[in-house]
């Protein structure tokens, strides 16, 4: 599903991400930690090709990030770290502009979503809480049931009862075999959700493996800090 090669990208003398390499497979949860600045966000505009890499490569679903970016895109469930939308427009038009633009009739499944979340399509974005327009980002990058979801920061702003329900709906397309790339510091979720891991510090790998074998909740300052390697 991803698949990258020495990923590089620099902007300038500022650090971005280096020499990256990573494999998620079909059908699993693949963590990716890091503080705020660490390369987390900058690898998954890179692997959308929403940024050309400086060198390395990546494949998303087969597809070259930077020759077939708009493929990547139309297929990908991706959910960005903040929920930004028009704010005169209705959460009902923005989840039917998010499907038209895959050339999908999503009115069945997205329908199903809005039920599960609790989300009024009727209601103006500018209207909705921090919490909603999340509801909204969530139905976007789920209604046409991708073979991957890209998330990143997925939970942030969510209260308890809806992050049980967006984690029911993702375990639910796992089983029907789709991989999850997951971006997060909350390591409570990467260690109960994911099944692989790997954590990042200043744009470097640092750890990889199994969740079991890691133990991130408990040790994951030891992996930051070098004190214990994979």
Sequence with gaps: MIKTTNLTKSYGRARGITDLTLHVPAGSCFGFIGPNGAGK??????LLGLIAPTAGRAEVLGLDCVRDRTAILAQVGYMPSEAMFYPEMRSGEVIRLSADLRKKDCRREAAGLLEALDLDPRKKIRELSLGNRKKVSIVCAMQHRPALY?????TSGLDPLVQRAFWSLLEERRREGAAVFLSSHVLYEVQRYCDR???????RLVAEGATAELDIENKFFDYYEGRITT
């Design 41 to 46: 966000s900058t690898t998954i505009r890179t």
């Design 197 to 203: 891991a790997a954590i990042i510090r200043e744009g």
């Design 150 to 154: 890209v998330l990143d920061e997925p």
